[in-house]
C-alpha cells in the first residue's frame, strides 16, 4: 500500500467515526435533556437539583462520551489532512443527524430538509474525490 492509499484510508476511517460519533452524541444529549426536562426557575437550589439530574443521567454520559471520541477523531485527522477537506467530508454527519432525529427522537423531518441533505452529501460526495492533503508538512 502506497503512503499516499495509507494516508486515504486512515483519513477515511477517521471521518467515517466522526460522522457516526457527533451526531450520536448529539443526539444522546438531546434525548437526554429532553428526559430532564426545562429547568423550572433561576432560583439557585431549582439550578442545583437541574444539574444534579443532568450529571446522574446516563444518557447525557453517553453523549458526552460519544463527542469526546468525535472530538479525538477530529484533532488525529486535522493533524495529516487538509482542513479544507476534512470540514466538508465530515459533513455527511448532517444527513446521520436526520436520519438519527426521525428514528431515535421520533422527529418529523420534512421533504425540504431531505433535499437539503440529499445536496450537502451530493458535495460531501465531490469533495471526497479530491485529495485529502495538498500541503507538505
Do not use: N
Not at 2 to 24: D, E
Not at 73 to 81: D, E, G
Request: proline fraction near 5%; aromatic fraction near 16%.
Amino acid at each position: 500500500m502506497t503512503h499516499a492509499a495509507g494516508l486515504r484510508l486512515k483519513t477515511y476511517l477517521l471521518i467515517s467515526l466522526m460522522v457516526i460519533f457527533g451526531p450520536l452524541g448529539d443526539v444522546l444529549l438531546s434525548k437526554g435533556m429532553k428526559q430532564i426536562g426545562p429547568l423550572s426557575s433561576w432560583a439557585l437550589p431549582d439550578i442545583f437539583r437541574f444539574f444534579e439530574a443532568t450529571f446522574a443521567s446516563s444518557t447525557v454520559w453517553l453523549g458526552i462520551a460519544s463527542l469526546f471520541s468525535f472530538f479525538i477523531a477530529y484533532m488525529l485527522v486535522l493533524s495529516w489532512a487538509d482542513f479544507s477537506y476534512v470540514q466538508p467530508a465530515s459533513s455527511a454527519a448532517y444527513g446521520v443527524v436526520a436520519l438519527l432525529g426521525y428514528f431515535i427522537l421520533r422527529e418529523a423531518v420534512t421533504p425540504t430538509r431531505w433535499a437539503g441533505i440529499v445536496t450537502i452529501c451530493a458535495g460531501v460526495f465531490i469533495v471526497g474525490h479530491t485529495p485529502p492533503k495538498t500541503t507538505e508538512f
